[in-house]
């Protein structure tokens, strides 16, 4: 917000806010100051974050948790597609792993149900944390099994009542997708 605030007055606004969007502001909690200087200066990017799927990146943090998607689960399994062949991975994943420490309170014994944790409660998750990400949380939600019916319609209206875009679905058995363009040699 600061920065936007800053390249606006230094290359020009884009997006001059209105009552709403400073209300809004202060109800995120940026600082008096600098909501006064996004009414003066405007502010140059009016989208300021975004939460996104990036499975490969976090394989590559050592198998940490996907954005808001809950934890794997225990000796998860990854298939890699790549345009020349498929390998898999098989971890508990970093957090899981950090988590057994023995300088850590344990985890609960709950923790391998994580990987069979509803749609709705991944839906309570990303509600709570949409008011504070500017662009809409609009990434499939990770499921073990496909969704009935029922299950399905309550995800839906659960997700229009907390102010969210249409959810849909993936499989976490499914392979991680080639990267579309080679990589440098």
Excluded at 66 to 91: C, F, K, M, W, Y
Aim: glycine letters at 6%.
């Amino acid at each position: 917000f600061q920065e936007s605030i800053r390249q606006a007055r230094d290359r020009g606004a884009r997006f001059q806010p209105g009552e709403h969007e400073l209300d809004y502001a202060i109800e995120r909690g940026f600082a008096a100051e600098l909501v006064r200087d996004a009414a003066r200066f405007g502010l140059r990017h009016t989208r300021l974050t975004a939460i996104t799927s990036q499975p490969r990146l976090a394989l590559l943090a050592n198998n940490v948790a996907n954005a808001l998607d809950p934890l794997l689960g225990e000796n998860h399994v990854h298939r890699i597609a790549t345009q020349d062949d498929t390998r898999s991975v098989r971890s508990s994943g970093y957090t899981l792993i950090v988590s057994r420490s023995p300088s850590r309170p344990p985890l609960p014994d709950a923790t391998p149900a994580l990987a069979e944790l509803g749609v709705d409660a991944q839906l309570a998750v990303r509600a709570a944390a949409q008011r504070w990400v500017d662009e809409p949380i609009a990434y499939p939600l990770p499921v073990a099994r496909a969704p009935e019916d029922a299950q399905w319609q309550s995800a839906r209206r659960f997700a229009r009542e907390g102010g969210l875009l249409e959810p849909t679905w993936r499989s976490i058995g499914d392979s991680i997708q080639p990267i579309a363009a080679a990589l440098p040699a």
